[in-house]
């Protein structure tokens, strides 16, 4: 941390003095802050949940595992507060769009931007039912004016909470944004840092605010205070960075993605430690195992191959007694292995 409050990190660091004394000397580090400028931006809002943004989110924010938050949403579903929660797509239907109407221009007039996020998939995007905030939920419930079958606990309203405010945000305007650009040099050690400072014009950020800092000025400075961190070189996933990276790689699918979490921790393949997955013995030996004499059918091509057959069934553009009788085959390969 610099003396004027400015928070930087750099990788692997050419350190001035020896690593024992950082703490006690880091007075005598200079900084500096140089190539200062400033950029506007418009941001857009970002779209309604889909299961996978969902998945991650409510795994960052709130610190809920995939298959924590499908059995809230599946509740939330099934009390008719939410729109189904297993889908890909983003699109917003005129229902939606209305319920959105009619929550912004009560409470911010300016600020109603309708978008559909028009995107293939049987169902839309997860979305609540009303146009009520997680506040005027609990009022209604409490007067009796809205009754369900379960008790709705903190999570429920905490993911609620999540799903409203990103579907309300997704239809508000754009926000405009200040941001600060410029380099930091400390004593021979470099980074370049881009820094959002003001809010010039206020959006969708009403609903998801946008974290500003202070603004910087250029000129040189002494360090505060220093940490060295050793970090290992592999980061560990949490469970939603993992069906992130399942979504991106094309494995799985709204359906299926808890689940596969869910069974991988159940099978003891992995075990979580402070909201990371860490990879067992066991799971290290089964995965070796399978990779070296069935790599060819568990391999993520695989994965991707027969996911695509499924979704060409469904369209029409495959025939399913012929791919059937290709997986057939290849079963009869892995029983002769």
Same mark, same amino acid.
């Given at each position: ?32 802050? !140089? ?6 931006? %418009? &941001?857009?809002? #970002?779209?309604?949940? +889909?299961? =996978? ?83 005027? !939920? ?6 009796? %004016? &809205?009754?369900? #079958?379960?008790?709705? +606990?903190? =999570? ?99 359906? +299926? ?81």
């Amino acid at each position: 941390e610099l003396s004027n409050g400015l928070k930087v990190s750099i990788e692997n660091p050419v350190l001035p003095i020896p690593t024992e004394q950082l703490g006690k000397n880091v007075w005598q580090i200079k900084a500096k802050i !140089l190539d200062l400028k400033t950029e506007e931006k %418009i &941001l857009d809002p #970002p779209p309604p949940y +889909t299961t =996978d943004m969902l998945l991650r989110d409510a795994s960052v924010r709130l610190g809920f595992s995939a298959n924590k938050t499908m059995m809230i949403a599946q509740d939330l579903f099934e009390m008719g507060l939410c729109t189904y929660h297993r889908t890909d797509s983003t699109t917003v239907s005129a229902v939606g769009i209305g319920i959105a109407k009619n929550y912004i221009q009560e409470r911010y007039p300016s600020m109603f931007a309708p978008r559909k996020y028009s995107m293939g998939g049987a169902h839309e995007c997860i979305r609540p039912t009303r146009a009520l905030d997680v506040e005027q !939920l609990k009022n209604v419930i409490s007067a009796g %004016i &809205l009754r369900f #079958p379960k008790r709705l +606990t903190d =999570d429920h309203f905490k993911l609620y909470d999540l799903i409203f405010k990103r579907f309300i945000a997704s239809q508000m305007r754009e926000a405009r944004i200040l941001y600060q650009k410029f380099r930091v040099l400390i004593d021979g050690n470099q980074t370049c840092v881009e820094n959002p400072v003001s809010i010039l014009s206020e959006g969708f950020n009403i609903m998801l605010p946008i974290r500003t800092v202070n603004a910087v000025e250029e000129g040189e400075y002494t360090l505060n205070s220093a940490r060295l961190l050793h970090l290992p070189s592999a980061r560990l996933f949490t469970q939603g960075e993992i069906i992130a990276l399942m979504k991106e790689r094309g494995i799985g699918r709204p359906s +299926t993605y808890a689940k596969t979490i869910a069974t991988i921790l159940e099978r003891r393949y992995a075990i979580e430690k402070r909201n990371r997955l860490l990879s067992t013995k066991l799971g290290y030996r089964v995965y070796a195992y399978l990779s070296s004499k069935f790599g060819r059918y568990t391999s993520e091509e695989t994965t991707r191959r027969l996911e695509s057959l499924m979704d060409m069934i469904e369209q029409g553009k495959a025939d399913y007694r012929e791919v059937l009788k290709e997986l057939y085959k290849e079963i009869l390969e892995i029983r002769n292995a």
